[in-house]
Nanobody, 125 residues
Framework: QVQLVESGGGLVQAGGSLRLSCAVS????????MGWFRQAPGAEREFVAA????????YYSDSVKGRFTISRDNAKTTVRLQMNSLKPEDTGVYYC??????????????????WGQGTQVTVSS
């Protein structure tokens, strides 16, 4: 079992920055990729960013590319999402997720097996 706990959400004005963190505790030594997803009120959950087990490969949705950066530490215990130039449409609950590393399907929500409880991000205009 992989356990995930997000932190770092909050209220910020448009144009501001936030950094989300996801603490990862592992019950398995299998390689896993990490992703961030978000869900706005009344909307479906959507992919935001993902990072491979090695950390060398990253993926972003078009809506956040160039503004958000995903990273993970060498010990594989923390995954971060640096969010810059935030917009009101970035508002939502942000979830950290983990899946087995297969080299594919980083943006596919249904491929992720483990999820955190979510952290609220609110961007005011």
């Amino acid at each position: 079992q992989v356990q995930l706990v997000e932190s770092g959400g909050g209220l910020v004005q448009a144009g501001g920055s936030l950094r989300l963190s996801c603490a990862v505790s592992r019950g398995t030594f299998s390689p896993y990729a990490m992703g961030w997803f978000r869900q706005a009120p009344g909307a479906e959950r959507e992919f935001v960013a993902a990072i491979s087990w090695s950390g060398r490969v990253t993926y972003y949705s078009d809506s956040v590319k160039g503004r958000f950066t995903i990273s993970r530490d060498n010990a594989k215990t923390t995954v971060r999402l640096q969010m810059n130039s935030l917009k009101p449409e970035d508002t939502g609950v942000y979830y950290c997720a983990a899946k087995a590393e297969t080299g594919t399907d980083y943006g596919s929500e249904r491929k992720y097996d483990y999820w955190g409880q979510g952290t609220q991000v609110t961007v005011s205009s």
